[in-house]
């Protein structure tokens, strides 16, 4: 028997070619590399840790993410800032009191007059003063960044301070408080007044010199670390937070 003209051809078998989606952890891996390549900084540590994260799956690598991102939103310790900060601060207080004393203190002149070969005697005048108010202040227009040195493995802020010292600006003498103990002219004076007068007016460098007696500085010393401590309180307490202390002394 003829075979027919136009037979059926037989079907051809071709090869198929099926494309695969890529996992969703490959494309969040590629989103995380990607962010990591345009912000870096801080971050870039981590990148090998999302990688395998990426491979062994989507949820070990969100897990890794949230971790890193907490580590960067614990506070961290910026020195520089803290210093600039304080040193504003400080500066615009211009001086700190620290210490105020009552000074009680007298002064007696003793003036005597000769001319022509004539002795014309000799003026006495003694003046005193009671509870005259006294202040120890700390320049703080002389803090300077220089003046804090930060110990990252003790964690101590070290504050050097100028040593307080006596207010000559702010000695004050209440007229009423002045007493004359004693006042004499000599046999031919007429002017013993004005050996009052230059009495009183050595009260005020008798107080100040009195108000420097060493007692009284370590006294003033001793209170200028408690009054600056406690004026940077708020420094104090936010450095406590992140672990970290404030320790203020005197320069050498």
């Known amino acids: 028997m003829a075979a027919p003209l136009n037979p059926t051809p037989e079907p051809i078998s071709m090869p198929v070619i099926i494309h695969k989606r890529p996992s969703t952890a490959w494309a969040l891996a590629a989103v995380v590399i990607t962010f990591l390549l345009i912000v870096g900084g801080p971050i870039a540590y981590i990148a090998i840790s999302w990688s395998h994260a990426a491979v062994t799956g989507p949820d070990r690598l969100a897990q890794t993410f949230a971790q890193a991102a907490a580590e960067m939103a614990k506070p961290r310790i910026d020195i520089h800032e803290i210093v600039l900060n304080s040193v504003s601060d400080l500066q615009k207080?211009?001086?700190?009191?620290?210490?105020?004393?009552?000074?009680?203190?007298?002064?007696?002149?003793?003036?005597?007059?000769?001319?022509?070969?004539?002795?014309?005697?000799?003026?006495?005048?003694?003046?005193?003063?009671?509870?005259?108010?006294?202040?120890?202040?700390?320049?703080?227009?002389?803090?300077?960044?220089?003046?804090?040195?930060?110990?990252?493995?003790?964690?101590?802020?070290?504050?050097?301070?100028?040593?307080?010292?006596?207010?000559?600006?702010?000695?004050?003498?209440?007229?009423?408080?002045?007493?004359?103990?004693?006042?004499?002219?000599?046999?031919?004076?007429?002017?013993?007044?004005?050996?009052?007068?230059?009495?009183?007016?050595?009260l005020r460098p008798k107080v100040i010199l009195q108000a420097n007696a060493p007692y009284v500085r370590e006294l003033a010393y001793t209170q200028g670390i408690e009054a600056t401590t406690q004026f940077l309180q708020p420094l104090a307490s936010a450095l406590s937070q992140q672990g970290a202390t404030l320790r203020v002394s005197y320069r050498d």
């Not at 003046?127 to 964690?155: C, G, H, W």
Request: hydrophobic share 40%.
């Open 93 to 202: 207080e211009s001086k700190l009191v620290v210490m105020t004393t009552n000074v009680s203190t007298d002064v007696t002149i003793e003036e005597a007059e000769a001319s022509w070969g004539i002795y014309w005697g000799k003026n006495v005048a003694r003046v005193a003063i009671k509870d005259a108010r006294v202040q120890y202040v700390i320049d703080l227009n002389k803090v300077n960044t220089s003046d804090f040195m930060y110990n990252p493995e003790a964690r101590v802020l070290s504050l050097s301070l100028p040593k307080p010292h006596v207010d000559t600006k702010m000695v004050a003498i209440d007229p009423a408080r002045v007493e004359t103990l004693d006042l004499r002219g000599g046999w031919a004076r007429f002017d013993k007044q004005e050996t009052r007068d230059h009495a009183l007016a050595e």
